[in-house]
């Protein structure tokens, strides 16, 4: 899988251990920031979520703030990103599988590293079950979630 990376300095850290232990088991890009200097992360959540959204579904996000609540809603004001703040594995798996998110958003101040692993190993494994049967339900939320935004983003 193709993941795209980011973080501000509050996420740093944690996107650096990411980006070295999802590397064994995907294609990472990362896109900054490169130090753990004060900086803006509605830049990074941004330049993901944008790669997210052109990708087609071709490729997942990693964000990684203080909390992830900024990096979420930075992402989500771009047009075809799904961010979700994710913090336990059933989030982390609930956000693929009914939500079909894209990025996946994580706090580097209060989730710890192992922790962190986990809930991006389970997002970027875990498959959006509205093209499955059964599925129909989570499919046409996501698409009545698509029609919002063509109502803001023209």
Do not use: W
Request: proline share 1%.
């Amino acid at each position: 899988m193709r993941v795209f990376l980011g973080s501000d300095h509050g996420g740093f850290a944690l996107k650096e251990f990411l980006k070295e232990k999802l590397g064994k088991k995907h294609e990472i890009k990362d896109l900054g920031c490169s130090t753990g200097e004060s900086c803006d992360y509605p830049e990074f959540g941004k330049k993901v979520a944008e790669l997210v959204a052109k990708s087609n579904g071709k490729a997942l996000g990693i964000l990684c703030c203080g909390t992830g609540i900024g990096m979420s809603l930075a992402a989500n004001k771009v047009k075809g990103a799904r961010a979700a703040l994710v913090y336990d594995d059933f989030t982390a798996k609930m956000a693929r599988l009914h939500n079909n998110a894209n990025i996946a958003c994580l706090g580097g101040r209060c989730t710890d590293n192992e922790t962190a692993l986990k809930l991006a190993e389970t997002f970027l494994t875990t498959p959006f079950s509205g093209e499955q049967k059964g599925g129909e339900r989570h499919l046409r939320r996501v698409e009545k979630i698509m029609e919002i935004e063509k109502r803001y983003f023209k």
